[in-house]
């Protein structure tokens, strides 16, 4: 297990909320690791900070908080996303609580219009060697467009199923930049998407919550590869 890197020591405060309750840190050149990131945002709250330690909350309480660290993004970065085009996409089931049309419908134009948003279902299968992992793709809804891709999912371990996508969406269109903004997510995951965004020169930029985890390298079942059980 690597050492714990503290905040303080790596990043920068970027932006506070009116009320002081929610901070966004911005970190750059983590490690000096040319395949991370060089660009990382972290979202610091007590509900975060609730939703990942709280074992015992499930059901609508846990959605509700998903719900909050969605709408701490919109407070912290909608001001500097107005007047792009912006467009979501969603990564079903999982992703389906994260919708940012709920957290950006507070402030104009997204009052009256809707965040340009498509939906595809995706499956992460572990391949024939349990090696690695494969993904199975269902009929996606809604087009490739936009120079901003927002994309909000609540847990990304290996990040095999955001990179799966963008893979297949950047052969449709190339966003200028790719937010990826996560309520639990690993620094394994994030690289593996940062490289299919290095492949097509598009600017990757994630925003995590709360914390970065590492991944298990063996998980939940013996012998699996970058599962969802994190340390």
Same mark, same amino acid.
């Given at each position: 297990?690597a050492e /714990?890197?503290?905040l303080?020591?790596?990043?920068?405060l970027f932006s506070?909320?009116?009320i002081?309750?929610?901070?966004a840190w911005?970190?750059r &050149?983590l490690h000096?690791?040319?395949?991370?990131?060089?660009?990382?945002?972290?979202?610091?709250?007590?509900?975060a900070q609730?939703f990942?330690?709280? /074992?015992?909350?499930?059901? +609508?309480p846990?959605?509700?908080?998903?719900r909050?660290i969605a709408t701490s993004?919109?407070e912290?970065f909608?001001? +500097?996303?107005?007047?792009?085009e912006?467009?979501?996409?969603?990564?079903? +089931?999982g992703?389906?609580?994260?919708?940012?049309?709920?957290?950006f419908g507070?402030? #104009? #134009?997204?009052? /009256?219009?809707?965040?340009?948003?498509g939906?595809?279902?995706?499956q992460?299968?572990?391949?024939?060697?349990?090696t690695?992992w494969e993904i199975?793709?269902q009929?996606?809804i809604?087009?490739? &467009?936009?120079?901003?891709?927002l994309i909000?999912d609540?847990?990304?371990?290996?990040?095999?199923?955001?990179?799966y996508?963008l893979?297949?969406?950047? +052969? &449709? &269109?190339l #966003?200028?930049?790719?937010?990826?903004i996560?309520?639990?997510?690993?620094l394994?995951?994030?690289? /593996?998407?940062y490289?299919?965004c290095l492949?097509?020169n598009?600017?990757?930029?994630p925003v995590f919550?709360?914390?970065i985890f590492?991944?298990?390298?063996?998980?939940?079942? #013996?012998?699996?590869?970058?599962?969802d059980?994190s340390?």
């Amino acid at each position: 297990m690597a050492e /714990r890197t503290f905040l303080e020591n790596v990043g920068n405060l970027f932006s506070i909320n009116a009320i002081g309750s929610t901070k966004a840190w911005e970190v750059r &050149h983590l490690h000096n690791d040319p395949n991370i990131p060089p660009l990382i945002y972290v979202i610091e709250s007590d509900v975060a900070q609730q939703f990942l330690l709280g /074992r015992g909350v499930s059901g +609508r309480p846990k959605f509700n908080m998903i719900r909050y660290i969605a709408t701490s993004f919109a407070e912290l970065f909608l001001e +500097r996303l107005l007047g792009k085009e912006l467009s979501q996409y969603i990564i079903l +089931r999982g992703a389906y609580p994260f919708d940012l049309q709920y957290a950006f419908g507070y402030a #104009p #134009p997204y009052d /009256r219009l809707l965040l340009p948003t498509g939906f595809i279902k995706l499956q992460r299968v572990l391949n024939p060697e349990g090696t690695d992992w494969e993904i199975h793709a269902q009929n996606f809804i809604g087009k490739y &467009h936009g120079d901003i891709w927002l994309i909000p999912d609540t847990a990304i371990a290996s990040g095999s199923t955001i990179a799966y996508f963008l893979r297949n969406g950047f +052969r &449709h &269109h190339l #966003p200028k930049q790719v937010y990826v903004i996560t309520a639990c997510g690993s620094l394994e995951g994030i690289q /593996r998407i940062y490289q299919e965004c290095l492949k097509k020169n598009v600017e990757f930029i994630p925003v995590f919550s709360q914390c970065i985890f590492e991944v298990s390298k063996t998980g939940n079942l #013996p012998g699996l590869p970058l599962t969802d059980l994190s340390v």
